[in-house]
């Protein structure tokens, strides 16, 4: 039931603290909200600042090969700038806003996927309003798109993921497809011109050795 505060960093900051204080989580690394801000240490965000926000409300999309479409990023980070260059809430709205949000989410949820949402209306208004932002960056063709498309599932809700999993749904599990949709990934992952070698011989491998086997020293991230 912990609650972050979100008001500004200071405030995130002494939530977390205080919470460890009183036994309401363990330390700060067990808290998953649905977005955190991380530093290696908790009490270095005050000071350093942010290095990256961790966006957690997403669930791995099974229709994709790497758990998440390119356009799911995509918007994203749309509405990711879209806020950052929206006026700033006043600090006194922030808890307000967010317990509206975390309210909305859970009605959301909650409803029948196949059905219009009780929320679409305002769904179309923040689309709307995507819409003009994405004109003003300049965004391009395939932001509009993506823009289509999210209006396009909010007015017929059949094409939303949760209501294409629906359909697959058998004695109250997916758990067919599941295997199916693994299987069908597997098989396309071993015909690769490059397959993926790294377990045979490994128990486990670190994060770096994983990287390097995947990609073979030809990624790094942009640090820009």
Same mark, same amino acid.
């Given at each position: 039931?912990?609650?972050?505060?979100?008001?500004?960093?200071?405030?995130?900051?002494?939530?977390?603290?205080?919470?460890?204080?009183?036994?309401?989580?363990?330390?700060?690394?067990?808290?998953?909200?649905?977005?955190?801000?991380?530093?290696?240490?908790? =009490?270095?965000?005050?000071?350093?600042?942010?290095?990256?926000?961790?966006?957690?409300?997403?669930?791995?999309?099974?229709?994709?090969?790497?758990?998440?479409?390119?356009?799911?990023?995509? #918007?994203?980070?749309?509405?990711?700038?879209? #806020?950052?260059?929206?006026?700033?809430?006043?600090?006194?709205?922030?808890?307000?806003?967010?317990?509206?949000?975390?309210?909305?989410?859970?009605?959301?949820?909650?409803?029948?996927?196949?059905?219009?949402?009780?929320?679409? =209306?305002?769904?179309?208004?923040?689309?709307?309003?995507?819409?003009?932002?994405?004109?003003?960056?300049?965004?391009?063709?395939?932001?509009? =798109?993506?823009?289509?498309?999210?209006?396009?599932?909010?007015?017929?809700?059949?094409?939303?993921?949760?209501?294409?999993?629906?359909?697959?749904?058998?004695?109250?599990?997916?758990?067919?497809?599941?295997?199916?949709?693994?299987?069908?990934?597997?098989?396309?992952?071993?015909?690769?011109?490059?397959?993926?070698?790294? #377990?045979?011989?490994?128990?486990?491998?670190?994060?770096?050795?994983?990287?390097?086997?995947?990609?073979?020293?030809?990624?790094?991230?942009?640090?820009?």
């Amino acid at each position: 039931n912990f609650t972050p505060d979100y008001t500004d960093v200071e405030s995130y900051v002494a939530r977390i603290k205080r919470a460890v204080a009183k036994k309401e989580i363990y330390t700060a690394a067990p808290f998953h909200g649905p977005v955190r801000f991380k530093d290696d240490n908790v =009490e270095n965000l005050a000071t350093d600042g942010i290095k990256y926000l961790k966006p957690r409300m997403l669930d791995l999309d099974p229709t994709s090969y790497v758990g998440i479409r390119t356009g799911t990023l995509r #918007f994203i980070w749309l509405l990711a700038s879209y #806020f950052i260059m929206s006026p700033a809430l006043n600090k006194s709205e922030v808890s307000e806003a967010l317990a509206v949000a975390d309210k909305r989410n859970e009605i959301v949820a909650l409803e029948d996927p196949t059905k219009k949402s009780q929320l679409s =209306e305002a769904a179309i208004a923040l689309i709307e309003h995507l819409k003009v932002y994405v004109d003003l960056i300049q965004a391009g063709p395939e932001y509009q =798109e993506l823009i289509e498309d999210m209006q396009y599932r909010v007015k017929i809700p059949m094409n939303t993921p949760s209501a294409r999993l629906v359909r697959h749904i058998k004695d109250d599990s997916l758990t067919n497809y599941a295997l199916k949709r693994a299987k069908a990934y597997q098989k396309s992952a071993l015909l690769a011109l490059h397959p993926f070698r790294g #377990f045979e011989d490994n128990a486990s491998l670190t994060a770096d050795e994983l990287k390097a086997k995947i990609f073979r020293g030809s990624w790094e991230p942009d640090n820009r």
